[in-house]
């Protein structure tokens, strides 16, 4: 472990939380009081701190802005009816963290630094976890390269960081969503698996372009044939047809191994729906569709949560959804809920104490 004497900290003068307004609070727009900071350099993690919430300082050519050496995760703590803290599931994202930066040739984060830096941080940040319904406090680890270079190769130098966002839903509705045919987010031997800031920004132009035909996401497809669905913009997706519940599986490296994913599928299981996790194609869904089989539709994320699909749009094709009748959907949705913000027994031990 990290001893107290390991991690500096520096408490902010005052807090900014009296200026917030915890009610209906939108997704990552303010940060708590405090942050941690930590440097990689000559093959060591040093200087970690605690210290109020503070623009970087830095230099043009900042190795992370020009070849996008940078990785996030995104982790939420609750409170339970007794005000206690939790963080939900954060070893998972921990070690998925650690499977991003070797993608991207970056090093590994030590365990003690990523959890003890998080816990301390969220304690230290506690009031900041709102307790209203379908809110919390998101955590957002990152690291990025830092070398003041502008030649091609990984970075010697990096930063580790940790902020806090208290934050309500991140898509409120249900949702529309285009299936993609034309652009592509990841492909077998890419990057797709890995929490790399550029899967983010290479998906803007297929987002945007299909926001202006009025919907709200899109339904990525492989990228060889556009042919098997991947996952929806920040989002896992699973179909339930039929009495099962089907989600693309990890072979082929293209997807993100979500948190909330791997949560669902237990949680699914455990109320008797088998998950099928493997190829799904949409000509298959389209024909459970117009078999009547296809009955719910969701996206699962830290962010999002649990996000109804009400609409999906291939080619001329519409499936719609009267979302208002759905059970499998809202019976997880409330069964994680209540394990979240403390109001059933955590049987999985999913909830780490702060
Ligand atoms: C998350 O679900 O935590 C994400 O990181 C998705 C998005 C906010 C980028």
């Known amino acids: 472990?990290?001893?107290?004497?390991?991690?500096?900290?520096?408490?902010?003068?005052?807090?900014?939380?009296?200026?917030?307004?915890?009610?209906?609070?939108?997704?990552?727009?303010?940060?708590?009081?405090?942050?941690?900071?930590?440097?990689?350099?000559?093959?060591?993690?040093?200087?970690?701190?605690?210290?109020?919430?503070?623009?970087?300082?830095?230099?043009?050519?900042?190795?992370?802005?020009?070849?996008?050496?940078?990785?996030?995760?995104?982790?939420?703590?609750?409170?339970?009816?007794?005000?206690?803290?939790?963080?939900?599931?954060?070893?998972?994202?921990?070690?998925?963290?650690?499977?991003?930066?070797?993608?991207?040739?970056?090093?590994?984060?030590?365990?003690?630094?990523?959890?003890?830096?998080?816990?301390?941080?969220?304690?230290?940040?506690?009031?900041?976890?709102?307790?209203?319904?379908?809110?919390?406090?998101?955590?957002?680890?990152?690291?990025?390269?830092?070398?003041?270079?502008?030649?091609?190769?990984?970075?010697?130098?990096?930063?580790?960081?940790?902020?806090?966002?208290?934050t309500g839903p991140y898509y409120a509705a249900p949702m529309r969503i285009y299936v993609e045919e034309h652009y592509v987010r990841a492909c077998a031997g890419g990057i797709g698996y890995a929490k790399a800031a550029g899967n983010y920004g290479s998906s803007m132009l297929a987002t945007a372009e299909a926001r202006k035909k009025g919907y709200d996401q899109v339904l990525w497809t492989d990228a060889h044939e556009h042919k098997y669905v991947q996952e929806i913009g920040t989002m896992n997706v699973f179909f339930v047809i039929g009495n099962k519940a089907i989600t693309p599986d990890l072979e082929q490296g293209t997807i993100l191994n979500g948190v909330t994913r791997q949560t669902v599928i237990t949680l699914l299981q455990e109320m008797g729906i088998e998950v099928e996790e493997r190829p799904l194609s949409i000509d298959e869904i389209i024909e459970a569709y117009q078999a009547g089989t296809l009955k719910e539709v969701f996206g699962t994320g830290t962010a999002a949560t649990i996000t109804l699909i009400r609409e999906l749009k291939y080619k001329d094709t519409v499936l719609s959804f009267d979302t208002d009748t759905w059970k499998v959907t809202t019976q997880i949705k409330e069964t994680l809920n209540n394990i979240r913000e403390g109001r059933s027994e955590d049987t999985h031990g999913w909830m780490w104490p702060v």
């Open 1 to 166: 472990m990290i001893e107290a004497m390991d991690i500096s900290v520096t408490k902010a003068e005052t807090s900014k939380l009296n200026d917030l307004n915890l009610e209906n609070l939108p997704f990552g727009r303010y940060f708590s009081d405090h942050m941690l900071e930590a440097d990689y350099e000559n093959g060591e993690w040093k200087n970690v701190e605690i210290k109020p919430y503070q623009p970087l300082l830095m230099s043009p050519s900042l190795a992370a802005l020009h070849y996008g050496q940078a990785i996030f995760e995104g982790i939420k703590a609750y409170r339970d009816p007794q005000g206690k803290a939790f963080i939900f599931r954060p070893i998972d994202n921990f070690r998925r963290f650690n499977i991003s930066a070797a993608r991207m040739q970056m090093p590994e984060v030590p365990e003690e630094l990523f959890m003890e830096g998080m816990r301390r941080l969220v304690q230290l940040d506690k009031s900041w976890i709102p307790s209203q319904p379908d809110h919390s406090l998101y955590i957002r680890p990152f690291m990025f390269s830092s070398d003041e270079m502008i030649g091609v190769r990984p970075s010697e130098t990096y930063k580790f960081m940790i902020i806090l966002s208290p």
